[in-house]
Nanobody, 118 residues
């Protein structure tokens, strides 16, 4: 199983950016896919997650109302639409998948860097 994240880059505060994560390999039966992020010197932080079967979503308090997670089951991809970006959103964003249970994150992508300048 591989998760390939893409879409990171350098943007200005207030801009939008879309991250994508493509999953390959055995994905049948996965519970959830999601995004975490880690800023320099900080712990990894939950960003958003989506149920692979129902499409139900959840997100962290710091991104509620600004970030939207979605999935394309036909393409085995999950996307993160990020709007109204702030400098504090600067981090490496990691795609992850839970295969054994809804929040048991078994697989991780390599991460994609998002830098938001003020």
């Amino acid at each position: 199983v591989q998760l390939q994240a893409s879409g990171g880059g350098l943007v200005q505060a207030g801009d939008s950016l879309r991250l994508s994560c493509a999953a390959s390999g055995r994905t049948f039966g996965w519970y959830t896919m999601g995004w975490f992020r880690q800023a320099p010197g900080k712990e990894r932080e939950f960003v958003a997650a989506i149920s692979w079967s129902s499409g139900r979503t959840s997100s962290g308090d710091s991104v509620k109302g600004r970030f939207t997670i979605s999935r394309d089951k036909a393409k085995n991809t999950v996307n993160l639409e990020m709007n109204s970006l702030k400098p504090e959103d600067t981090a490496i964003y990691y795609c992850t998948a839970a295969a054994r249970g809804p929040s048991l994150w078994d697989y991780w992508g390599q991460g994609t860097l998002v830098t938001v300048s003020s």
